[in-house]
Nanobody
């Protein structure tokens, strides 16, 4: 069973930066997409960013220009660099993997999920 291991969350002030990392514990497949979601208290899980092996990343509008998704295929690791953080970015951030194409924001289309890492941005 593949597990996704996330790291890098924490408590920061508005305007600060954080970098999240996610790596699978085992081999997944030759081609797969890795993505980040987030979930704030009382809200639905929201797609943040995602990318396939060798394609450009895709972002939700609210993070464009502030967040950067990158992927090290040799390490099977995906990174989410978050700059200019805002209090509304506060959430639990989840890493996810999908094996087939579809809708980035469709939670039920992802096969594997991480346990989540807390990001808290104070004003």
């Amino acid at each position: 069973q593949v597990q996704l291991v996330e790291s890098g969350g924490g408590l920061v002030q508005a305007g600060d930066s954080l970098r999240l990392s996610c790596a699978p514990s085992g081999r997944i497949a030759t081609t797969y997409a890795m993505a980040w979601f987030r979930q704030a208290p009382g809200k639905e899980r929201e797609f943040v960013a995602g990318m396939w092996n060798a394609e450009n990343p895709y972002y939700v509008n609210s993070v464009k220009g502030r967040f950067t998704l990158s992927r090290d295929n040799a390490k099977s690791t995906v990174y989410l660099q978050m700059n200019s953080l805002k209090p509304e970015d506060t959430a639990i951030y989840y890493c996810a993997v999908r094996l087939v194409g579809g809708t980035w924001s469709a939670v039920n289309e992802y096969k594997y999920w991480g346990q989540g890492t807390q990001v808290t941005v104070s004003s």
